[in-house]
């Protein structure tokens, strides 16, 4: 089975950066499509970003693009999410998540993934 353990969320005002951390442990993540997702309170969980491992092809939604940007480092089998201009209402506890073939789903569906991180909380000060 895969872990995954998330680190690098935090405080940080508006305007700045934080970058996260998601590492997989007893398999790699060859062949998956690695998801970050986020839920702040109240508010249902929604697709951040994704990237597929094989090519590195990324996806965003809407609301991140230009500000966020995922990538994957295969030596330490670790993808990371670089969230810079950060917002307050990007306030939430984010998750990393990774799939396994076949990928039948879209990848913005949560649905579609079946491996998830502790979760790290990213709070955001106006």
């Known amino acids: 089975q895969v872990q995954l353990v998330e680190s690098g969320g935090g405080l940080v005002q508006a305007g700045g950066s934080l970058r996260l951390s998601c590492a997989a442990s007893?398999?790699?993540?060859?062949?998956?499509?690695v998801g970050w997702f986020r839920q702040a309170p109240g508010k249902e969980r929604e697709f951040v970003a994704a990237?597929?491992?094989?090519?590195?092809?990324?996806y965003y939604a809407d609301s991140v693009k230009g500000r966020f940007t995922t990538s994957r480092d295969n030596a330490k089998n670790t993808v990371y999410l670089q969230m810079s201009s950060l917002k307050f209402e990007d306030t939430a506890a984010y998750y990393c998540?990774?799939?396994?073939?076949?990928?039948?789903?879209?990848?913005?569906?949560?649905?579609?993934?079946?491996?998830w991180g502790q979760g790290t909380q990213v709070t955001v000060s106006s």
């Open positions: 990237i597929t491992w094989n090519s590195g092809s990324t």
């Open positions: 007893g398999r790699t993540f060859n062949n998956c499509r």
């Open positions: 998540a990774a799939d396994s073939p076949p990928h039948y789903g879209s990848i913005w569906s949560s649905q579609e993934y079946d491996y």
